[in-house]
């Protein structure tokens, strides 16, 4: 089963609005959250990282919120760029384990 | 350097064949991965190697077969395998394991085809 759902398979959002890219978890020991891009033909590349004790993390138009009574992560892209276009996996892990990743979601932002 | 590259990028291989997916690094990272991802579907761990030695193996078939050279390098051989093995084999590697708090760098993957 898994601990990792990402259940919107795609979204598109018109350049300069906002992206809200939602995650799911069912693990309550995940203390550990990352958000990877992936463009096509590419590996995916770590975007912004979140831990259990803050429920929020900023860096430049990347936010990420974590609601751990919820078991939800979302990642929020504001101002949206046609350059933001790519799949978004979020990842959770706890301590000494491995990360577990959802299915991601594939965000198109319209010029 | 902060890359890890795979290769090769795409590989068709026949059921009786063997052949080899390689994984390079140069970040000093202790820790790579190899994962396998199909259509739709999260990466999913395979294997794990920290500080050369194998410490995780999810039950993988033993057509797969992981080898740690030294510690840049990652290579999984491949021999006897089956159409449904065709998938997308991604390497990653990590400062450590299991902390990994920078998460993993992953290279762009091996897509694999086999007929």
């Known amino acids: 089963d898994q601990q990792v759902k990402q259940n919107s398979p795609s979204l598109s959002v018109q350049e300069g609005r906002i992206s809200i890219l939602n995650c799911d978890y069912t693990n309550s020991m995940f203390d550990y959250f990352l958000w990877y891009k992936k463009y096509p033909a590419e590996g995916p590349t770590f975007l912004i990282s979140i831990s259990s004790i803050k429920d929020k993390n900023e860096d430049g138009r990347f936010t990420v919120f974590l609601n751990k009574s919820a078991k939800h992560l979302s990642l929020h892209i504001v101002p949206s760029q046609p350059g933001d276009s790519a799949v978004y996996f979020c990842a959770a892990k706890e301590a000494g384990n491995q990360f577990y990743f959802g299915t991601g979601t594939s965000l198109t932002v319209i010029p | ?115």
């Open chain 2, 1 to 115: 350097d902060t890359e890890v590259t795979q290769t090769p990028k795409h590989l068709v291989m026949g059921m009786t064949n063997k052949k080899s997916l390689k994984c390079e690094q140069h970040m000093g990272h202790r820790a790579m991965y190899w994962y396998k991802q199909k259509a739709k579907k999260p990466p999913e761990l395979m294997f794990v190697y920290s500080y050369e030695k194998l410490s995780i193996n999810e039950s993988v078939p033993s057509r797969f077969s992981p080898e740690c050279p030294n510690s840049s390098l990652l290579n999984l051989h491949l021999h006897a395998l089956q159409p449904e093995d065709s998938a997308l084999y991604l390497c990653a590697s990590s400062q450590d394991w299991p902390k990994a708090n920078y998460g993993y760098t992953f290279g762009s993957g091996t897509r694999l085809t086999v007929v």
